[in-house]
């Protein structure tokens, strides 16, 4: 019996069953993050998508609070349940309505904008620095053989980010109906963590083929780690670190997974 390496990747290689996509432990990839995370250089890292965010929250609200106030205040003028429900709250003594609601909906549409940037930040800029963190650590055998990974990588952002805005805007109305609103917030965020993260964990490291098998093969797994991230989004403290972290978590599940991949490559004949 004679073990041959192949340089094809194939779908008949997915013969390895567990070991592809079952085999990569993302329990193992948040540990190795948090051991990773607790390096100076990625403790310095957290500071560059933190502060983008939190200067674009600052201009955000400068340049569009006031705005975007004035014009929720007329549409919900319009609003006829809204209305009536102001009306019966007077009524009863009670306080008004559209007072707390429309500064409540300004900055649930404000606040997203401003993490979505810190999270697009961290995927184009900080992601190279992680894995070339991770990399000359625990992946050393992992080759490079990524194809114009700067250009992926920035469409890959741009485009999840325009999604996410998109989604985020278009189901805000349903976060009136309980309890929808923290629904809907968890998966757009394990959307916009899973889409962006993934591709960049891998892109530098996997061949355009290698990159369709570990997407197509491990989506539960990043998915799984986009659902923990968005979770851990719900405490604002986490907001400071869920950039870089989550990067760290992509980074060892994606160059694991690639590295199992190819030793699975060896088949016997």
């Excluded at 201009?59 to 809204?82: G, I």
């Excluded at 109906?177 to 892109?203: N, Q, Y």
Aim: charged share 15%; with cysteine; proline share 5%.
């Amino acid at each position: 019996m004679t073990a041959l390496r192949t340089d094809s990747v194939t779908p008949e290689n997915g013969r390895f069953s567990a070991a592809g996509a079952g085999a990569v432990s993302v329990g193992q990839a948040f540990k190795r993050a948090l051991v990773s995370q607790c390096h100076p250089t990625m403790l310095f890292a957290v500071l560059l998508p933190f502060l983008i965010a939190l200067v674009g929250c600052l201009l955000l609200l400068y340049l569009f609070w006031t705005p975007l106030n004035e014009w929720l205040a007329a549409e919900a003028a319009r609003w006829d349940f809204v209305n009536r429900a102001e009306d019966w709250m007077l009524a009863m003594g009670l306080f008004s309505l559209k007072v707390y609601m429309i500064p409540v909906i300004a900055v649930a549409i404000l606040l997203p904008v401003s993490g979505i940037l810190g999270l697009a930040i961290a995927a184009v800029f900080v992601m190279p620095l992680v894995l070339r963190h991770v990399s000359q650590r625990e992946y050393v055998g992992v080759a490079r053989q990524g194809k114009h990974a700067t250009a992926v990588s920035v469409w890959n952002a741009v485009w999840v980010s325009l999604a996410f805005a998109a989604g985020w805007l278009l189901t805000l109305p349903l976060w009136l109906v309980p309890p929808m609103a923290i629904v809907l917030s968890i998966f757009w965020w394990a959307f916009a963590f899973s889409r962006m993260m993934r591709v960049d964990a891998i892109v530098e490291h996997a061949s355009p083929a290698e990159r369709k098998l570990l997407l197509e093969r491990n989506n539960g797994g990043f998915w799984t780690i986009g659902l923990i991230c968005s979770l851990l989004n719900l405490l604002p403290p986490a907001w400071v670190i869920l950039p870089v972290f989550s990067a760290l978590v992509y980074a060892h599940y994606g160059l694991e997974a690639l590295k199992r991949l190819r030793e699975d490559r060896v088949i016997d004949v």
